[in-house]
Every structure is written in structure tokens, then in C-alpha cells.
């Protein structure tokens, strides 16, 4: 498993923009596909989006497509989801996730980080 640390959430007003980050420790993080995750309060937690270990496949669900990107830098151990245009709706807790591809795109990874907040007020 590897170590996983989220960063950078916070309260923004609607269409505003964020961007979080997931720290990992271990010296092979880009054998791993990372994922970010959400969960609202009352919901089941959902995807949002993946990205391959290599940086060239990236995944999003279609809540989100074309208003987040995510992007990893394998040197820092460091994946990021850039979030535009945010709306009311995204408020949620945010996880990042690692493991192959195949597990992050199922909702089963293998690691989880601890979260961070995301409110956006409308």
C-alpha cells in the first residue's frame, strides 16, 4: 500500500476554483493509477476522476468533464485535480486513491487518503 495525503481544500463561492493535492509516499509511485473520489453528505461516495501512472490516460466522470483536470508529477510523488467552474453540487469530502487502473476505475483501491472538504456556496 502507499501513504496518501490530500491537501489544498477550502471554501469557494460558485464558479470559483480549486486545486487538490494528494502527496504519496513510496519510491514507486508511478507504478500506480491515482483517483480522486467524492462523497456528499447523505450520498455514497463516487468517482470523479483517474489518471495512469504514466500521466497519459486520464478518466472523468461526467459530472465533471471539462470543468476538472487532473495531472500527476511522478517526480514530486504528487497528483493534482484542478477544479474550475465549481458549482454548489461539488461540495463534498475528497479522497485520492492508488492502485492499478483496473482497481481505481472499479471504486475499489487499494489505498485511500484521509479527505479533505470542499464547500462551495452558491
Known amino acids: 500500500q502507499v501513504q496518501l495525503v490530500e491537501s489544498g481544500g477550502g471554501l469557494v463561492q460558485a464558479g470559483g476554483s480549486l486545486r487538490l493535492s494528494c502527496a504519496a509516499s513510496?519510491?514507486?509511485?508511478?507504478?500506480?493509477?491515482m483517483g480522486w473520489f467524492r462523497q456528499a453528505p447523505g450520498k455514497d461516495r463516487e468517482f470523479v476522476s483517474a489518471?495512469?501512472?504514466?500521466?497519459?490516460?486520464?478518466y472523468y466522470a461526467d459530472q465533471v468533464e471539462g470543468r476538472f483536470t487532473i495531472s500527476r508529477d511522478n517526480a514530486k510523488n504528487t497528483v493534482y485535480l484542478q477544479m474550475k467552474t465549481l458549482k454548489p453540487e461539488d461540495t463534498a469530502v475528497y479522497y485520492c486513491a492508488a492502485d492499478h487502473t483496473e482497481g481505481v476505475l472499479a471504486g475499489h483501491p487499494g489505498s485511500w487518503g484521509q479527505g479533505t472538504q470542499v464547500t462551495v456556496s452558491s
Open positions: 513510496g519510491r514507486t509511485f508511478s507504478a500506480y493509477a
Open positions: 489518471i495512469s501512472g504514466s500521466g497519459t490516460d486520464t
